[in-house]
T-cell receptor
């Protein structure tokens, strides 16, 4: 079945450091890919998405590019802030009629 | 535009009791998904409702059930509660035919 693998962390960075969180997937078809963020004590918020190969999703300084050849969707940000401290989930959906399949999440802590 | 809402925010029950969790989707969304986020187990798909019908369910026992009402709100029922049912239960909604799921803040269920 479909699966998502992401680095589990925790990841601790200093403010203004560069962030990469790796995400790779296994799917039978051509899924849509998502990054969700969960701030402490809250639900999930959609951070960005990409629906086809070579698409780049971006939001709030975060970016991820759908790489079909490497089945990857790595999350990057050039300069993290303390307010980016959260758990980040990579997810895929094979179609609009299937549930999301999530990675285990990566906890990011940014220190001033 | 109001987001997905869930109630209650917290619920404490004892083993063997029943729990009812509620979810109101974003206006115009017809699909509701339920996920369980248990400590150490990541996010797991529970149930999917669309247009009042159960369309899919995850690998959970039948004591997890639910329904969707004509106004597209949804209810998750968990019977014969067990200690391991303690988790954050997240509801997400989606437009019919859309791909992106939007999450509520969750209900935190504690079974003692």
């Amino acid at each position: 079945g479909d699966s998502v693998t992401q680095m589990e962390g925790p990841v601790t960075l200093s403010e203004e450091a560069f962030l990469t969180i790796n995400c790779t997937y296994t799917a039978t078809g051509y899924p849509s890919l998502f990054w969700y963020v969960q701030y402490p004590g809250e639900g999930l918020q959609l951070l960005l998405k990409a629906t086809k190969a070579d698409d780049k999703g971006s939001n709030k300084g975060f970016e991820a590019t759908y790489r079909k050849e490497t089945t990857s969707f790595h999350l990057e940000k050039g300069s993290v802030q303390v307010s980016d401290s959260a758990v980040y989930f990579c997810a895929l959906s094979e179609s609009g009629n299937t549930p999301l399949v999530f990675g285990k999440g990566t906890r990011l802590s940014v220190i001033a | 535009e109001a987001g997905v809402t869930q109630s209650p925010t917290h619920l404490i029950k004892t083993r063997g009791q029943q729990a009812t969790l509620r979810c109101s989707p974003i206006s115009g969304h017809t699909s509701v998904y339920w996920y369980q986020q248990a400590l150490g187990l990541g996010l797991q798909f529970l149930l999917w409702y669309d247009e009042g019908e159960e369309r899919n369910r995850g690998n959970f026992p039948p004591r997890f059930s639910g329904r969707q009402f004509p106004n597209y709100s949804s209810e998750l029922n968990v019977n014969a509660l067990e200690l391991e049912d303690s988790a954050l239960y997240l509801c997400a909604s989606k437009m019919g035919g859309g791909e992106t799921q939007y999450f509520g803040p969750g209900t935190r269920l504690l079974v003692l």
